[in-house]
């Protein structure tokens, strides 16, 4: 979730969740990487903090253009494994 959602200072809120959905404590540490394709801008690097089971917050002033950006996050489920997964995100002007 990205909040508010448009150009400028966004807070990100990730959720982690096990197979029946709940929030998952398997995840050791989590990054970041905020990439404007359209204009070859980034990635930028974020380190969340762990707000509570399953949930991890960014502040960032990194999405500075309106349109599609690309958030990679890195997993570490453990000391020798990371799983990474890729989302699009609409950021308005």
């Known amino acids: 979730m990205v909040d508010p959602n448009s150009v400028g ?19 050791d540490d ?3 990487e905020l990439t404007y394709t359209p204009a070859g801008v980034g990635p930028f690097r974020l ?3 762990a707000a509570g089971p399953g949930h991890w917050i960014a ?3 990194d999405l500075s253009f309106a349109g599609e950006w690309e958030i990679r996050v890195v997993a570490g489920v453990d000391r020798f494994t990371e799983v990474t997964t890729t989302v699009t995100v609409p950021v308005a002007p």
């Open 9 to 27: 200072r966004n807070t990100l809120h990730l959720y982690v969740l096990d197979a029946t959905g709940r929030p998952s404590d398997q995840v």
């Open 30 to 32: 989590l990054r970041l």
């Open 47 to 49: 380190t969340p903090f």
């Open 59 to 61: 502040s960032t002033e």
